[in-house]
T-cell receptor, first 116, second 112 residues
Framework: AQKVTQAQTEISVVEKEDVTLDCVYETRDTTYYLFWYKQPPSGELVFLIRRNSFDEQNEISGRYSWNFQKSTSSFNFTITASQVVDSAVYFCALSRGETSGSRLTFGEGTQLTVNP | KAGVTQTPRYLIKTRGQQVTLSCSPISGHRSVSWYQQTPGQGLQFLFEYFSETQRNKGNFPGRFSGRQFSNSRSEMNVSTLELGDSALYLC???????????FGPGTRLTVL
């Protein structure tokens, strides 16, 4: 069975602070994919990143960066110099390997509030 | 390119009724998945359709069903509605054999 755990239910920071959202996953698959999605108040899930299990390179995209560590089954997400527009619920998700369709197993989500 | 569209956006029903939700995927996307989001259970997978065939199914009762048409549009149906079916229902589409899913704005269903 697959499982994703986001231990931080809510995080509140002041604008310009750096913030890291934690994600720990469980899977028996050797091939799998990890994702982060952002859900603003409007409700639509916005895709942020996909990482496959064979690629442990960290990735940076503007103020966003992701740290994937298979040894600790973690896929953490850092926002540098946070902004009010970053306020949203962030979901980490896991998908099985090549032949298993697109089904996503989501974590519980982390509500991030960035205060001015 | 237009994103995933879902209709209606809001819906109010009473217990015992049935409801049909519609999803139009991004042009060229042949896979459509449905998810239910509630405060208590979070985001849960309902089912996935690809080329008009159900490819995956989540752990939901038979009251929840879906289908996909030849143009990749999908519908999901919930019969004999219960209060606990109140949720945001999200549809996502993806290219064939792609793991990246793109979500629509959702349909917020309220069951009274």
């Amino acid at each position: 069975a697959q499982k994703v755990t986001q231990a931080q239910t809510e995080i509140s920071v002041v604008e310009k602070e750096d913030v890291t959202l934690d994600c720990v996953y469980e899977t028996r698959d050797t091939t799998y994919y990890l994702f982060w999605y952002k859900q603003p108040p409007s409700g639509e899930l916005v895709f942020l990143i996909r990482r496959n299990s064979f690629d442990e390179q960290n990735e940076i995209s503007g103020r966003y960066s992701w740290n994937f560590q298979k040894s600790t089954s973690s896929f953490n997400f850092t926002i540098t110099a946070s902004q009010v527009v970053d306020s949203a619920v962030y979901f980490c998700a896991l998908s099985r390997g090549e032949t298993s369709g697109s089904r996503l197993t989501f974590g519980e989500g982390t509500q991030l509030t960035v205060n001015p | 390119k237009a994103g995933v569209t879902q209709t209606p956006r809001y819906l109010i029903k009473t217990r015992g009724q049935q409801v049909t939700l519609s999803c139009s995927p991004i042009s060229g996307h042949r896979s459509v998945s449905w998810y239910q989001q509630t405060p208590g259970q979070g985001l849960q997978f309902l089912f996935e359709y690809f080329s008009e065939t159900q490819r995956n199914k989540g752990n939901f009762p038979g009251r929840f069903s879906g289908r996909q048409f030849s143009n990749s549009r999908s519908e999901m149906n919930v019969s004999t509605l219960e209060l606990g079916d109140s949720a945001l229902y999200l549809c996502a589409s993806s290219l064939a054999n792609s793991k990246e899913q793109f979500f629509g704005p959702g349909t917020r269903l309220t069951v009274l």
